[in-house]
């Protein structure tokens, strides 16, 4: 007999069915023995009476946790039996057989509950347990409604989703590279993308005009406790169109995907407010500001674009100009020049997507002339000879005819935590690492053998002390 989701059993009243599943509760009521059977998609009542002797015997025995498949009878229940807060709460499989698919231990930790109450190394380390709790599930469920509809949208706006590689080349972002030793060019390096920014603008490159991607990016910063080394964005790239337009295209996408998907909330301004960096600052005093009319009100979302950022800023430890986005971004044209006398008051084409008080996303416009990207450079302290020969591959491309470019790209995770009113982004992410970048359920990351050293062209220096 093929197995049926609990959820569907709601279909076969006074049929046969086989269902599959965890064993939640247990209880018996005299002689009968109930049992919530969960699965993915629903929780349903078993019942087993002392009529089914051998199977009655074997399900006295049955625990918390174990995976069982019965068959049996859907029956409605009896009128004062009926629960209307289970979605199967108005019928129970009469059970005729009973199989035992895999024992459990004892969980180390209740999963009946939030689990906000338990300490997250704990959580993190059973995270394959973790997971089974319900608010994680709808977690993840969520998020999966919601990368479905971006793509669903993206789709008939005639974007093009292209994977982008993983193994790729330092770029840029700001933060420093995740890199992975090749064993075929000793001493040489691929670096994790943190983002594909340069693969996107290539494929523009390309002619593909409009490009996404559900990203995975990796940016190995210092722990932060609300910071992931990998994680996912949006990634969104396209040609002929100018800022205000991909603005457009990101309110109507969020707009359409809360209505659609999550109909209690209200967005406290459309069209989204779109503010200038320095009235934010002025206002506001942060680039982010949180523009509910309610901070208590967990289903208000104020959207917001912060437009108009200085293009450069100084860093002071370091003694020269980096951009505030990244090099690729646009100068704003009547600023160019300025750019070598005067780095710190040109404006760029540069936007922030802010949502109640985070930033959720960023992009620009993008320079595609092959001299101001040499400028940007330049101003930030590199030789123009330099310039050639780090970023000689999207110099080069440009060379071949660009269209005028530019993207974004929301980050998933944090959207995800803000729209489901959690604490911080783990929440909606299957296997995210700790605070401090450590994976305690694979226990990663973690020593290799000496023979994977050797083919690498690589030796430890132990470092003295033990550095985080
Ligand atoms: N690559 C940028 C980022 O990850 C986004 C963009 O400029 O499109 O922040």
Redesign the pocket.
């Known amino acids: 007999m093929k197995r049926v989701e609990n959820i569907n059993t709601l279909k076969y009243i006074g049929k046969e069915v086989k269902v599959s599943g965890w064993v939640g509760s247990l209880r018996s009521h005299g002689k009968i023995i109930f049992v919530d059977l969960r699965d993915k998609s629903a929780v349903l009542q078993l019942v087993f009476t002392p009529k089914e002797e051998k199977i009655y015997k074997l399900a006295q025995t049955i625990r918390p946790e174990w995976i069982i498949s019965v068959q049996g009878q859907v029956k409605e229940r009896p009128k004062g039996m009926v629960n209307p807060k289970v979605e199967t709460g108005k019928i129970e499989i009469s059970v005729k057989d009973l199989e035992v698919l895999s024992e459990a231990k004892t969980l180390p930790f209740a999963i009946d509950t939030s689990g906000y109450e338990i300490t997250e190394e704990k959580r993190l380390r059973y995270r394959y347990l973790d997971l089974r709790r319900e608010r994680l599930r709808k977690n993840l469920i969520a998020r999966q409604k919601v990368i479905q509809f971006m793509r669903g949208f993206l789709e008939i706006e005639g974007f093009i989703e292209v994977e982008t590689p993983i193994l790729t080349k330092s770029t840029p ?1 700001g933060a420093r590279d995740f890199l992975v030793p090749s064993r075929t060019y000793p001493g040489k390096f691929y670096a994790l993308p ?2 594909p ?1 340069q693969y996107k603008q290539l494929l523009q490159v390309a002619g593909i005009e409009k490009y996404f991607q559900i990203a995975r ?1 990796f940016r190995d910063e210092d722990p932060r406790a609300d910071r992931q080394a990998e994680f996912s ?1 949006l ?3 396209m040609s002929f169109m100018d800022q205000g337009e991909i603005l457009d295209l990101i309110e109507r996408l969020f707009i359409q995907l809360v209505r659609k998907l999550l109909p209690e909330k209200r967005i406290s301004k459309i069209p989204f407010p779109r503010i200038s960096y320095k009235e934010a600052m002025k206002r506001y005093k942060t680039d982010k500001p949180d523009l509910r009319r309610d901070k208590k009100n967990p289903d208000e979302l104020a959207f917001a674009f912060i437009v108009d950022f200085p293009m450069f800023e100084w860093r002071k430890e370091e003694k020269r100009w980096d951009t505030v ?2 090099p690729f971004t646009r100068p704003k044209i009547k600023d160019i020049k300025e750019l070598k006398k005067n780095p710190g008051k040109v404006l760029a084409h540069q936007y922030d997507f802010v949502l109640n008080g985070h930033e959720v996303g ?3 416009l993008r320079s595609y002339k092959p001299e101001i990207l040499e400028e940007v450079f330049v101003v930030m302290g590199h030789k123009k000879k330099e310039v050639r020969e780090k970023f000689g591959h999207i110099l080069r491309a440009f060379d071949y005819g660009v269209p005028p470019h530019g ?3 929301p980050g998933i995770d944090r959207f995800m935590a803000v729209i489901l009113n959690e604490p911080n982004i783990r929440e909606v992410m299957a296997f995210p690492k700790t605070g401090d970048n450590q994976d305690l359920m694979m226990n990663s990351p973690d020593e290799v053998s000496e023979e994977q050293l050797k083919e690498l062209y690589l030796k430890i220096v132990k470092p003295k002390k033990r550095k985080r």
């Open positions: 972002e943190q983002s920014q990016c964005q990634d969104l790239e986005h990244h960023g992009g620009s993207g974004i790209a």
